[in-house]
T-cell receptor
Framework: AQKITQTQPGMFVQEKEAVTLDCTYDTSDQSYGLFWYKQPSSGEMIFLIY??????QNATEGRYSLNFQKARKSANLVISASQLGDSAMYFCAMRRTGGGNKLTFGTGTQLKVEL | DAGITQSPRYKITETGRQVTLMCHQT?????MFWYRQDLGHGLRLIYYSAAADITDKGEVPDGYVVSRSKTENFPLTLESATRSQTSVYFC???????????FGEGSRLTVL
């Protein structure tokens, strides 16, 4: 069975600083995908970034990057130059290849960006 | 407008009543999903569907029923609602080729 662990229920960061949100996963599969979603207070789920298990480079999307350490089974999200609008809940998720395209989610990290 | 829509967005019901949450997508995505979101649990998969007339259980299927007679619709029914089913329910879809899930706006259900 797959499991996603997000050990930080809440995080604070000052505006313009970088912040790392932790995510570890447990799987015996060789092929899988890792995702990060953002959920602002309005409630919608916003896709941020994706990393495939065979991708050699860490994924980046604008201010978001995924620090993928396969041997440690970690997929941390790094947000650079935090903005007030980054305040939200962030979810890490994993998909098994051939597993019906379904995602298994972690419990989330609530990020608060302060002035 | 193209996208994935859920209805109702908010619903209050009583224990024992039947409730159906609707989900409609305009992309013709093969896969559709129902998740519930609860504090401390993140999102948990209730049911999913790989195509019309193909459905399968997720992590927490008890007390729920789904159907998928058309590709674009994936209703979720609580046959006899319980207080423990008070939650925010998200429908999502994705095409057959692996990619991110596209989520609806969520349906907040309160069971009294």
């Amino acid at each position: 069975a797959q499991k996603i662990t997000q050990t930080q229920p809440g995080m604070f960061v000052q505006e313009k600083e970088a912040v790392t949100l932790d995510c570890t996963y447990d799987t015996s599969d060789q092929s899988y995908g890792l995702f990060w979603y953002k959920q602002p207070s309005s409630g919608e789920m916003i896709f941020l970034i994706y990393q495939g298990s065979y991708d050699e480079q860490n994924a980046t999307e604008g201010r978001y990057s995924l620090n993928f350490q396969k041997a440690r089974k970690s997929a941390n999200l790094v947000i650079s130059a935090s903005q007030l609008g980054d305040s939200a809940m962030y979810f890490c998720a994993m998909r098994r290849t051939g597993g019906g395209n379904k995602l298994t989610f972690g419990t989330g990290t609530q990020l608060k960006v302060e002035l | 407008d193209a996208g994935i829509t859920q209805s109702p967005r908010y619903k209050i019901t009583e224990t024992g009543r039947q409730v159906t949450l609707m989900c409609h997508q305009t992309w013709s995505h093969s896969y559709m999903f129902w998740y519930r979101q609860d504090l401390g649990h993140g999102l948990r998969l209730i049911y999913y569907s790989a195509a019309a007339d193909i459905t399968d259980k997720g992590e927490v299927p008890d007390g729920y029923v789904v159907s998928r007679s058309k590709t674009e619709n994936f209703p979720l029914t609580l046959e006899s609602a319980t207080r423990s089913q008070t939650s925010v329910y998200f429908c999502a879809s994705t095409p057959a080729s692996p990619g991110e899930l596209f989520f609806g706006e969520g349906s907040r259900l309160t069971v009294l």
